[in-house]
């Protein structure tokens, strides 16, 4: 079967139907895969980019000195801290994994990882135990913004930076920042889990607890560039090709200021927390029409930028983990693909029609994710505009997976997110189920473009949508409310309060004559040269 046929025939398909294809269809994949594994490459010297990391270093060189692109996290650790023990810690994770030890260098006109033999890092800590002990935290958030926006060099390195701030004799927040090119989101939860286990090792005068890595980073990108080739990459474009062909390249989103001719990915994040019921009552409804929560709110958000700009063609970007093989589960580095969704808002859908197409949409794409992101770009020859990013402006992201306390040789971790006050997209709306089954949508958004006041807007309007979505799923979509009654209220009583009392009830010449007696000499008329 084509790559297209296959695209057809799942959109016909009833959720549970398309489902059990789906999977047939990634079986008979990894059937067809060769080699089975991964292999290790010869000699240990310097290797080819992966696909993503020859984006990133493009993006690097041009635009030099940007933070867009660091990947900053922090840990609370709070207990008796042994500094020496947890430096060392990093250090055995910097050689355990050699793509903390890397670098990039130009070999000629091609960029190159440049793998260090050994490389370590100390750890410096910065006392807050002057501050006043209410601002602390406080600036203990400054300093790890402050950290998370100072620029890498990738030709120098290192690419991965931890410092420590002591609040009091226990307790002590970890700062942690790595660039892109050598890391994801995933690898930071990786780096978190090794990170404890070498600490309690190092505590214990242990060597490391861990396993060997199967592979190493450049192992995999030698690899992504043999395995992409041929007839496999051949039905990879052809799907994506055609998913996209004639797609808008611009979401014209209303926007507070101009669009810059170049971004500065200046960015900022504003967060609501949704009522628990409205949740409640989502996945009702996803148990019924037999799609995920993922499925549901990606179908509401489209609908709330159908709405704000009137186009009905409408493409976001999603985030996967592109960690499709064993091998690479347990690595630190930089796999994350990205995929373009599209969606065909015409015709007036129901909501339930909507998350029909929604979901065949994303299995579809799901099924095809091994495209890097990197190649469809350059495989669709679009033209570029240095002022917005090409295919999707807009990002959605799910997480279902509650922030983890970790309690080990005597320390409770928590952890914190940290933004650099960047973005690389318009907007990036991350929906989060809490572990109290608390759920908060932080939408990051380019404030070049945007105010604080209108996000708070749209976040106000994206739950607004969700509420009529779990009451009306049956509604149409450009029927569904939108306003919160606090803009109804204004609109339609405040704003529309428009009565007036008259005196009398005489016919409306005799305001005239009362006004004409009142000035006669003042000019009632002007036509051409008569007054």
Not at 424 to 441: C, R
Not at 455 to 460: P, S
């Given at each position: 079967?084509?790559?297209?046929?296959?695209?057809?025939?799942?959109?016909?398909?009833?959720?549970?139907?398309?489902?059990?294809?789906?999977?047939?269809?990634?079986?008979?994949?990894?059937?067809?895969?060769?080699?089975?594994?991964?292999?290790?490459?010869?000699?240990?010297?310097?290797?080819?980019?992966?696909?993503?990391?020859?984006?990133?270093?493009?993006?690097?060189?041009?635009?030099?000195?940007?933070?867009?692109?660091?990947?900053?996290?922090?840990?609370?650790?709070?207990?008796?801290?042994?500094?020496?023990?947890?430096?060392?810690?990093?250090?055995?994770?910097?050689?355990?994994?050699?793509?903390?030890?890397?670098?990039?260098?130009?070999?000629?006109?091609?960029?190159?990882?440049?793998?260090?033999?050994?490389?370590?890092?100390?750890?410096?800590?910065?006392?807050?135990?002057?501050?006043?002990?209410?601002?602390?935290?406080?600036?203990?958030?400054?300093?790890?913004?402050?950290?998370?926006?100072?620029?890498?060099?990738?030709?120098?390195?290192?690419?991965?930076?931890?410092?420590?701030?002591?609040?009091?004799?226990?307790?002590?927040?970890?700062?942690?920042?790595?660039?892109?090119?050598?890391?994801?989101?995933?690898?930071?939860?990786?780096?978190?889990?090794?990170?404890?286990?070498?600490?309690?090792?190092?505590?214990?005068?242990?060597?490391?607890?861990?396993?060997?890595?199967?592979?190493?980073?450049?192992?995999?990108?030698?690899?992504?560039?043999?395995?992409?080739?041929?007839?496999?990459?051949?039905?990879?474009?052809?799907?994506?090709?055609?998913?996209?062909?004639?797609?808008?390249?611009?979401?014209?989103?209303?926007?507070?200021?101009?669009?810059?001719?170049?971004?500065?990915?200046?960015?900022?994040?504003?967060?609501?927390?949704?009522?628990?019921?409205?949740?409640?009552?989502?996945?009702?409804?996803?148990?019924?029409?037999?799609?995920?929560?993922?499925?549901?709110?990606?179908?509401?958000?489209?609908t709330l930028l159908y709405r704000y700009t009137g186009q009905s063609d409408v493409v976001v970007g999603t985030p996967v983990a592109n960690r499709t093989r064993l091998e690479t589960e347990g690595l630190i580095g930089f796999f994350l693909n990205t995929l373009a969704l599209r969606t065909d808002l015409s015709g007036n859908p129901t909501f339930r029609q909507l998350l029909e197409h929604v979901q065949a949409t994303t299995l579809a794409a799901q099924a095809h994710q091994d495209l890097p992101f990197e190649l469809l770009v350059e495989s669709l020859g679009l033209e570029r505009n240095l002022s917005y990013a090409p295919i999707f402006q807009v990002l959605f992201?799910?997480?279902?997976?509650?922030?983890?306390?970790?309690?080990?040789?005597?320390?409770?971790?928590?952890?914190?997110?940290?933004?650099?006050?960047?973005?690389?997209?318009?907007?990036?709306?991350?929906?989060?189920?809490?572990?109290?089954?608390?759920?908060?949508?932080?939408?990051?958004?380019?404030?070049?473009?945007?105010?604080?006041?209108?996000?708070?807007?749209?976040?106000?309007?994206?739950?607004?949508?969700?509420?009529?979505?779990?009451?009306?799923?049956?509604?149409?979509?450009?029927?569904?409310?939108?306003?919160?009654?606090?803009?109804?209220?204004?609109?339609?009583?405040?704003?529309?309060?428009?009565?007036?009392?008259?005196?009398?009830?005489?016919?409306?010449?005799?305001?005239?004559?009362?006004?004409?007696?009142?000035?006669?000499?003042?000019?009632?008329?002007?036509?051409?040269?008569?007054?």
């Open positions: 079967m084509s790559t297209s046929e296959q695209s057809e025939r799942l959109k016909k398909l009833s959720p549970a139907k398309r489902a059990l294809l789906i999977q047939a269809l990634q079986k008979e994949a990894a059937r067809d895969k060769q080699p089975e594994t991964i292999p290790r490459r010869e000699g240990q010297g310097n290797a080819p980019l992966s696909f993503a990391q020859q984006r990133m270093w493009l993006i690097d060189r041009l635009e030099s000195g940007s933070v867009a692109y660091n990947v900053p996290f922090a840990v609370h650790l709070k207990g008796r801290l042994d500094v020496a023990a947890f430096e060392q810690s990093i250090n055995r994770i910097i050689e355990r994994h050699e793509v903390l030890r890397t670098t990039f260098e130009l070999d000629g006109d091609q960029p190159t990882q440049v793998i260090a033999a050994a490389l370590a890092l100390s750890v410096p800590v910065l006392s807050l135990e002057e501050t006043p002990a209410g601002q602390r935290e406080e600036e203990a958030r400054r300093l790890a913004a402050e950290e998370a926006r100072r620029p890498f060099n990738l030709m120098k390195g290192p690419l991965l930076r931890v410092a420590l701030l002591r609040l009091e004799e226990q307790d002590y927040v970890a700062l942690i920042t790595m660039h892109h090119i050598v890391s994801d989101g995933w690898s930071d939860a990786i780096f978190i889990q090794e990170m404890v286990a070498l600490y309690e090792a190092a505590l214990a005068g242990r060597p490391s607890p861990l396993p060997e890595l199967p592979i190493q980073y450049a192992d995999f990108a030698i690899w992504q560039r043999e395995r992409l080739q041929g007839e496999s990459l051949r039905d990879l474009l052809a799907f994506w090709k055609e998913e996209l062909a004639g797609a808008a390249p611009l979401l014209e989103l209303p926007t507070d200021y101009p669009r810059p001719p170049a971004p500065t990915h200046q960015g900022a994040i504003e967060s609501r927390v949704f009522p628990k019921p409205v949740y409640e009552a989502l996945r009702a409804l996803s148990r019924e029409a037999g799609v995920t929560m993922f499925v549901i709110l990606l179908a509401v958000f489209k992201v799910y997480q279902n997976k509650p922030v983890e306390k970790l309690e080990r040789a005597g320390l409770a971790l928590t952890s914190i997110e940290v933004h650099s006050g960047t973005s690389k997209s318009d907007l990036n709306l991350v929906v989060v189920e809490g572990a109290d089954d608390q759920h908060t949508a932080n939408l990051e958004y380019n404030t070049d473009l945007f105010d604080a006041a209108t996000i708070q807007r749209l976040l106000a309007h994206f739950e607004t949508l969700l509420t009529a979505v779990a009451a009306r799923p049956d509604q149409r979509i450009a029927e569904l409310p939108l306003l919160t009654r606090a803009e109804e209220h204004q609109l339609l009583r405040l704003w529309n309060n428009t009565a007036t009392s008259y005196p009398d009830q005489r016919g409306l010449h005799h305001p005239f004559e009362t006004q004409a007696a009142t000035t006669p000499d003042a000019i009632a008329l002007v036509f051409e040269a008569e007054s």
